[in-house]
């Protein structure tokens, strides 16, 4: 029976591929991680909330989940919750949730928010329409309480036709590691976060949210996301690109994806050339071109960023580096050279993955053929 026939989560015609719970109640090696978003423009903050459970079959040197969040000025706070018999997950829809400190013995299960408020000392549950928590942070002696509502606007895909998966038609067979889906690109979000003993109340924040699962994350990669920029309210972009495992051997990827206006512009292995250079830090370039359109994205912070953990064979370890205030420049035209877009923002995630320091490039701009113009 699906967690949202509660009427907690209502339909939603914009739920993406992969937005249910992957885990084959068998493997134990697995894990599977939720990243949810929060921008707040008129204060130039952001929070992000990370989500996962790893090795769920238990009794495992590695079996628990954890809570990871950015906070204001990117200030870090994790709490681990060990018991993987609290944690539960829809295999359909996007619900999910780990129950911590709590007085109810009863299964683990998607509450009210109210209900949640009221039993729940530690944990947390979100769905596509809803994040809501609590945790403790024993360094300050204090709670981080969360609570929002979100009207998804953009899932993964041109509004009016079913959503796409983020790494296309063969992510739905078991050959690639890790999975990655944009669970939504862009909504709007209304609630409170409390937060160093601050409440920040917020009407119709920009919210994102997407999630990874398989046995480990790439070996290298990168990330920038962004649905708040500068004179523009209805334009969301977020990109990735990393070497992934494909069956015996690895692949180096990437691809764009930009929400304005209604419409979807895709830029992915199947449709378009994509390029890149990244930097160890402070640096992202990307340039796409596909059949009919062409973009170029570039990042950068002077800001240091913040690490935060994800998951691999040792378990989570600090090897991902955050800004949640990167600053980004976007450029989409059509192959005549028409600007569709064009639009900045200071208020960007940008993010790097991988044990080693060298840069990551892939130019080989002079050496295509290119699809457009």
Excluded at 21 to 37: I, M
Excluded at 144 to 159: F, M, T
Excluded at 160 to 180: D, K, R, V, Y
């Amino acid at each position: 029976m699906s967690l949202c026939s509660q009427n907690i989560c209502s339909q939603n015609n914009l739920a993406t591929p992969h937005s249910g719970y992957h885990w084959n109640q068998v493997t134990p090696r697995y894990f599977e991680g939720w990243y949810f978003r929060l921008t707040l423009p008129e204060i130039n903050q952001t929070f992000a909330f990370m989500y996962s459970l790893e090795d769920p079959l238990g009794n495992e040197p590695n079996s628990g989940g954890a809570v990871q969040i950015l906070g204001i000025d990117e200030a870090y706070l994790i709490r681990t919750f060990p018991n993987v018999q609290k944690f539960f997950a829809d295999q359909n829809d996007l619900a999910f949730g780990h129950w911590h400190k709590t007085n109810l013995t009863s299964k683990a299960k998607l509450l009210s928010p109210a209900e949640f408020r009221k039993d729940i000392t530690e944990g947390y549950q979100a769905t596509a329409q809803l994040n809501q928590g609590s945790i403790y942070d024993p360094v300050r002696n204090e709670y981080c309480r969360w609570e929002y509502q979100i009207k998804p606007i953009y899932g993964w895909g041109n509004s009016q036709q079913p959503q796409q998966s983020s790494a296309g038609w063969l992510s739905f067979l078991p050959i690639f590691e890790p999975g990655w889906q944009i669970t939504m690109a862009h909504g709007l979000a209304t609630g409170w976060i409390e937060w160093h003993g601050q409440k920040y109340q917020f009407t119709n924040a920009p919210a994102y949210s997407e999630k990874n699962w398989g046995s480990s994350f790439p070996e290298k990669w990168f990330w920038l996301n962004c649905n708040s920029f500068n004179q523009e309210a209805d334009l969301a972009v977020t990109a990735g690109g990393g070497i992934r495992q494909v069956l015996w051997w690895q692949e180096e990827v990437a691809l764009i994806g930009i929400h304005y206006q209604g419409k979807f512009y895709e830029f992915a292995p199947w449709n378009s050339q994509v390029n890149w250079q990244v930097e160890p830090w402070g640096s992202w370039k990307l340039h796409g071109e596909s059949t009919n359109y062409k973009v170029t994205l570039t990042g950068e912070t002077n800001l240091p960023g913040t690490y935060v953990r994800t998951p691999t064979a040792k378990g989570l370890v600090f090897n991902c580096r955050d800004t949640t205030q990167g600053r980004l420049s976007l450029a989409l035209h059509d192959c005549q050279g028409k600007t569709i877009v064009e639009a900045h923002s200071n208020l960007a995630g940008l993010e790097v993955g991988s044990a080693s320091n060298s840069s990551f490039l892939r130019d080989r701009t002079s050496q295509i053929k290119r699809n457009c113009g």
